[in-house]
C-alpha cells in the first residue's frame, strides 16, 4: 500500500464485529478504532462491558473509542468515567448534545479537565465545533469528531466545513479533528489535503485502499472483464 503509506492523515476502523476488528488489528496503517451502540448493536452485541473487555483483548495498543448511552447528563458522566477506567488507550465517545438538544459542553469540561481523553461525537456544524473547543482542556487529549458524511447528505459539500474546524482546533496540540461516517474512497484524499487529523471508515471503505492511485485505462479494462466474465457465467444469450 505504497500510495496509503503517503497519507499524512490517520486511518481509524469504525465498526463493532470482533473479527474484522482482529483482523484489521493486524494492518499497520489502521491507527485505531471506533464503534458506537447503532455499529454494536447491528454487530449482535449484548453486552456492552464484555464487548469492550474483548476489544481491549486483542486492540491493546491502539486508541479505542467507546461511547455513553446515556441521555441525561448525571448518568452519562458517570458511564463516562467507568469507561474512562477500561484502559489507557481507551477515549470516551461523548454526543455534542443529548436527545433534547441541550449542549454537552458542561460535561465535557468537567470530565476534560480531569484529564480523561474524550472523542466528541455527533457533531456538524462549525459552531458546536468551536463550542467543544471551548471547553476542551488543551492538556488532554481529545478528538473532535464532524459527520462529513452526513452533511454532504444534505447537499451540502463538507469540504470548506472540516476546514473551517481544522481551523477552530489549529492552536490546540492535543485535539484531533476525525472525519466521520464518510461515504467514498475520495473522502480520504480530501480530509488529508485539508491537513484533517483523523478519518474514521467502515471495512467496505478500507477494502478498497488498494485502489488508490490506480491507473483510469488499467481499471477500465478489468471492469470490461469483470462484465464480460459475469454475463458468461450467467449463459445470457440472445437470438441473432
Known sequence: MAVVSELKIKL?????????MEALSKHTHISGFTT?????????VDDYERFAAEVLRIIPDRPLSFEVFADDFPTMERQAR????????????IPVTNTQGESACPLIERLSADGIPLNITAILTVEQVAAVARVLDKKTKSIVSVFAGRIADTGVDPVPVMSRCVSILADMPNAELLWA???ELLNIIQADEIGCHIITATPD??????TLGKDLTAYSRETVEMFYRDAKASAYNIKL
Open 36 to 44: 458506537n451502540p447503532t455499529l454494536m448493536r447491528k454487530a449482535g
Open 205 to 210: 471503505i478500507l477494502g478498497k485502499l488498494p
Open 82 to 93: 467507568v469507561i474512562s477506567s477500561w484502559g489507557k488507550n481507551v477515549y470516551v465517545k
Open 181 to 183: 461516517s464518510p461515504r
Open 12 to 20: 481509524f476502523a469504525d465498526g463493532a464485529d470482533i473479527k474484522s
